[in-house]
Nanobody, 127 residues
Framework: QVQLVESGGGLVQAGGSLGLSCRVSGRTMTFNAMAWFRQAPGKDREFVAAINWNSDKINYGDTLVGRFSISRDNTKNTVYLQMNSLQPEDAAVYYC????????????????????WGQGAQVTVSS
């Protein structure tokens, strides 16, 4: 059974930083692209960042470049998201996803392209 488990969410003041982790179990993630999405109450799931299988392709949501950083460690079957300069509008439940492809040709940004999801990690930003 494939499971993705996020950790590291919490409450942070505006301007602060948080790091999220997502560990995959039940299969290797080595040959799959991975991504982070987020969903605020009443809104659609929004693309945050994606990384291809060997970390040489990375893509970020338009407003997140320079503040968020995605990385992965295939030896630990884990993908990470470092979030800096957090603002109240970044508050959401953050989900990691495992994509069916490697991401070598292109990194997809639609939730429908991701086969497996974690349960989500709440990120709250106080102003």
């Amino acid at each position: 059974q494939v499971q993705l488990v996020e950790s590291g969410g919490g409450l942070v003041q505006a301007g602060g930083s948080l790091g999220l982790s997502c560990r995959v179990s039940g299969r290797t993630m080595t040959f799959n692209a991975m991504a982070w999405f987020r969903q605020a109450p009443g809104k659609d799931r929004e693309f945050v960042a994606a990384i291809n299988w060997n970390s040489d392709k990375i893509n970020y949501g338009d407003t997140l470049v320079g503040r968020f950083s995605i990385s992965r460690d295939n030896t630990k079957n884990t993908v990470y998201l470092q979030m800096n300069s957090l603002q109240p509008e970044d508050a959401a439940v953050y989900y990691c996803g495992l994509e069916r492809g490697s991401g070598n040709r292109r990194l997809v940004t639609s939730p429908s392209d991701y086969d497996y999801w974690g349960q989500g990690a709440q990120v709250t930003v106080s102003s």
